[in-house]
């Protein structure tokens, strides 16, 4: 079994810098904008080749973008990427899909356009599964996206590509989605703090709005804390929903002590892999030693919640698969999308004539989710049920009812927050014994980022993570 690690750290303009102190190093003018992008340009063709994460280039765009000036936003010139599933002026968005047709697109959407607004240089387009559907990046369409920490191992997905570009070092910050896990997913198996923010916190496609139960959020993927909270308090800036509340920026832990809810068992009722059970304890007792009030429960809610959510989940590859031009512009070739995606359209088909139940009791779902927190402040748990996966186990191209089985085997955690459109946050909390991160997820009501950066500053403190070839 190979332990090949990947990473890109060297002693060039980058270190090991996060995106705040690389933004603050070219705002002093100790480096240049150029600089740091020809280093990432530099880390990117140097690892990509092994953790396969880029699947479109847009180096020479970005080098030249750097010409002109965006003004002073506070990541100006941090490199970055932007999953391949939103859209870049000029770039072509494939969905990590053989069946879309490769075409530049002519405007960037409205998160894009924020994120550049905040300063980032874009340097392409990160791998995702076809159609972001499963929790693993192997898409048939340019193959599988590799750990950075053993490279027979998974990144998770769906933001597989962008985990693995930041945990290798290429870049400190990059975009991600969240429709099901899949900003917190490939952070638990990578080692990377993933912020999935509330509904409505960041802009989003039309499309998302246009569904009867929004569960899709942007967000990114970083290697700090601090990044995280820096980034969400600049978008705000720009981008503040009149119905939440501000999360303003958050630099350090509050000195308020929380109820938190720990939830240490699976809603299945089989046994936790004991790597994560350990990890998911050592975090409680570490809550406890700083004085927070840890309650262990039961997995708080219905079996059925999950049994609606993959229906719900289904119906977008079924929308896909009969009305995918709608969604890319272009016409899709039905015939090379990959036997997960079929499998799900047709699962949904079977059940189509549930759909108005299964919306109804999705939305009925926020009303018991919020009341949860009429006791608790926060939810502890595991962010994924095992170890990130071997590349294989989760391939597409599996019979559908085997694919089905392991993908719920493996996220029994995350959906739950997509549903009622609160945020959670994956924080790599510990390791296991053959060295893969394990990622720890803490949740929290309806508009409550805030309280989950704090707590997030905290257990950094108290639990510092390591970077790809430190341990």
Same mark, same amino acid.
């Given at each position: ?12 303009? +980058? ?215 820096? @980034? ?154 095992? +170890? ?53 997820? @803490? ?8 309280? +989950? ?19």
């Amino acid at each position: 079994m190979s332990t090949k690690i990947a990473s890109s750290y060297c002693n060039d303009v +980058l270190g090991t810098s996060d995106g705040v102190e690389l933004a603050n190093l070219i705002s002093n003018g100790e480096i240049k904008e150029i600089e740091a992008l020809e280093a990432a340009i530099g880390r990117a063709e140097k690892i990509n080749p092994d953790i396969n994460g880029i699947s479109t280039k847009a180096f020479e765009l970005a080098l030249d973008e750097t010409r002109t000036s965006n003004g002073n936003p506070f990541f100006k010139g941090v490199p970055s990427f932007i999953k391949d599933n939103d859209d870049v002026k000029g770039l072509p968005t494939l969905y990590g899909s053989r069946a879309v047709t490769y075409k530049p697109v002519q405007k960037s959407s409205e998160f894009v356009e924020l994120y550049n607004s905040l300063g980032f240089r874009n340097l392409g387009k990160s791998t995702l599964p076809e159609l972001g559907l499963t929790c693993a990046t192997e898409p048939l369409a340019t193959g599988p996206t590799r750990n950075p920490w053993n490279l027979d191992h998974s990144t998770g997905g769906s933001s597989g590509g962008s985990a693995a570009l930041v945990a290798s070092g290429v870049v400190p910050i990059a975009h991600g989605n969240d429709g099901g896990g899949s900003i917190r997913i490939p952070a638990a198996c990578c080692g990377l703090v993933g912020l999935k923010p509330t509904r409505w916190r960041l802009p989003g496609k039309a499309s998302y709005d246009d569904m009867p139960v929004n569960i899709v959020c942007n967000g990114i993927l970083s290697r700090t804390v601090r990044d995280t909270a820096v @980034f969400y308090a600049e978008a705000e800036k720009i981008f503040a929903h009149q119905d939440l509340p501000k999360i303003g920026l958050v630099e350090h832990p509050n000195k308020k002590r929380l109820r938190i809810a720990m939830v240490a068992t699976r809603p299945d009722e089989r046994v936790l892999d004991p790597d994560i059970a350990g990890q998911l304890q050592k975090v409680g007792k570490c809550c406890e030693e700083l004085g927070h009030d840890v309650e262990e429960i039961q997995f708080p809610f219905q079996k059925r919640v999950m049994d609606d959510f993959i229906i719900y989940w289904a119906a977008l590859a079924f929308y896909f698969y009969y009305f995918g031009k709608k969604v890319t512009g272009n016409a899709i070739d039905k015939r090379k999308l990959e036997k997960l995606t079929v499998g799900f359209s047709k699962f949904y088909k079977k059940n189509i004539f549930k759909t108005p139940f299964v919306v109804r009791r999705l939305k009925k779902f926020s009303n018991d989710y919020e009341a949860l927190f009429n006791d608790y402040d926060l939810l502890l748990s595991p962010t994924v049920s095992t +170890l990130p996966p071997k590349i294989g186990y989760l391939d597409p191209n599996l019979e559908f009812d085997t694919s089905l089985e392991r993908l719920l085997d493996f996220i029994p955690y995350t959906p739950y927050q997509n549903i009622s459109g609160a945020p959670a946050i994956s924080l790599p909390l510990g390791s296991c014994s053959n060295g893969l991160p394990v990622g720890v997820q @803490f949740a929290a009501a309806f508009g409550q980022e805030k309280s +989950l950066i704090e707590i997030a500053f905290e257990m950094e403190e108290a639990l510092p993570w390591s970077r790809v070839g430190e341990r």
